[in-house]
């Protein structure tokens, strides 16, 4: 392992590296019972289908950038993506669930295309600096919004959108079983730190495993907590994999291609359209969120290399070749991880950290409900502290110059408030663009830079 992944090349041990990997996937798992849930409100799949789907699209993912890019990262079904698929795709547009699969499969195939001919990169490197410099805290705050999320503690509010959950046990409105995940959360969070100050190695995974005991243990002053634990544990794991193959794999190919049932209320016409402004969205939200946290990743470890993503170019190629393999299993868009970072912070450096993360995806598929035991209160833990640790590149933007702090700003801002990373980049680069016409510096905006900013403005002007 040393040998075939440079482990001793890149300062690390393969004991760090395979810690990492579990910490990595520790803080990423909760996408197979979301992503699943998510899929199975079409109706048209089930739990347990996507769950296969789910899975084995980020063994296959995390499996390539480890094996070709040798990088420590890992790839599943993208939060925020998925999302657009089942809810604005199917949902709202009319598509059936094989025809949005398509759509990711064209997503894919273009971006192969774009990473073999270096386009990808270019692209890349027309973002201002400004805001690739503070693209690691805007992930970082986007995370922990997520863990905070994951953990109930942040929660939806009708007046301010969000707002704090409560504890008051006097109310009558919360029970002790409402509480008592948030605390775990909080006091998991505040292990990690501590262990972190003490030097400990695997702080994270450790403040993981800290909060799922603490949670278990706790467990017993509630009544009804282990109700069914026993029947979650006794299952047949290959009936899911019966489900996955006649519900999901392939249905690309078998029945993606065919619109007819679009058509049957909807015109030739509306159909382009949907194609079209769906492809620009999926293409733009999956490129730049890539992009970002391939960035943020490995800024986090200090793995950049005169600025630029170490193997930058076959990363790029692993995560297009995953959104196609993903496709193919019948899941929406597989991307990289911004929990990738949580390894990347435990002392993950090359492939096999990366590696480690997709063999338990793969075991995974086989022990779905003992994974489901590690509680989300644990991992989102872990979640809000990568999110602090992330928040130090702060320093590298001088805030006194408004031309570099308002575009660095608001990346960070819209990534953590629109819920997704693509959305900050696209508006600090406009808003970096409209500067530097307004103070007559346009020239020195490059031309790739306007290409993004309008490819950027048409999938928001036709797809929101």
Known sequence: MDKFFKVSEHGSTVRTEVLAGITTFMAMSYILFVNAGMFAELGTVSYSAMYIATALSAVIGTFLIAFIANLPLGLASGMGLNAFFVYTVCFTFGLSYANALVLVLFDGVLFTLLTVTGVRAKLFSAIPDCVRKIIPAGIGLFIAFIGLQNAGIVVNNQSTCVSLASFNLLSGAVTWGDIMPKLVTIAAIIIIAVLSVKKVRGSVFWGILSGTVLYYVLGFTISGFYTGFASKLSFNPFSAFGDWASEAFLKVFTEGFNFSGYLASHSTAELVLVILTTALAFCMVDMFDTLGTLYGACSRGGMLINGEVPNFEKAMLSDALATCAGAVCGTSTVTTYVESATGVGEGGRTGLTAFTTGALFFIAMFLSPVAALIPGCATAAALVYVGVLMMGCVTEIDWKDVSVSVPAFLTVAFMAFTY?????????????????????????????????????????????
Do not use: D, P
């Not at 406009?430 to 309008?454: C, D, N, R």
């Open 420 to 464: 997704n990373i693509s959305y900050g980049i696209a508006f600090g680069l406009i808003s970096y663009i409209f500067i530097k016409i307004g103070t007559g510096k346009v020239k020195e905006v490059k031309a790739f830079t306007w290409l993004i900013a309008v490819l950027f403005a048409l999938m928001f002007f036709l797809t929101h």
